[in-house]
């Protein structure tokens, strides 16, 4: 009998040790499958390729800004002025959004104002 107490307590010891040894591997698993692609995410917008293409982006978008200032002040028509108005809130929100993908200091100062 005592044999058995034995073995039936090494059998539960087993599978706690299997049981504990799953749930870290799951849980190792579920960490690198969420926090590994952020940390990954996060590195790759810290990169200098990253950030000068953001920076020549921004660039080009506050180009497209003055344009659109410049079409606008030339325009009599008001609904073409209306048009060109939308045109030029939708490239100072894409500015705003990919200003936010690169750190503050990174940030051209052209594309600071908007």
Do not use: C, H
């Not at 926090?35 to 920076?55: A, C, E």
């Not at 606008?72 to 209306?82: F, M, N, P, S, V």
Request: hydrophobic share 45%.
């Amino acid at each position: 009998m005592k044999y058995v107490v034995y073995g039936f307590l090494g059998f539960l010891v087993l599978v706690l040790i299997i049981v504990l040894f799953s749930a870290l591997g799951w849980g190792t698993t579920l960490v690198n499958t969420f926090m590994g692609n952020t940390v990954q995410r996060i590195g790759v917008q810290q990169s200098l390729p990253y950030i000068q293409t953001k920076q020549a982006e921004l660039v080009e978008l506050v180009q497209q800004v003055r344009a659109m200032d410049s079409k606008i002040a030339e325009t009599d028509d008001t609904q073409l002025a209306q048009t060109y108005r939308a045109q030029r809130q939708a490239i100072i929100n894409k500015i705003e959004q990919d200003r936010s993908f690169i750190p503050a200091d990174q940030v051209p100062v052209e594309a600071r104002q908007y």
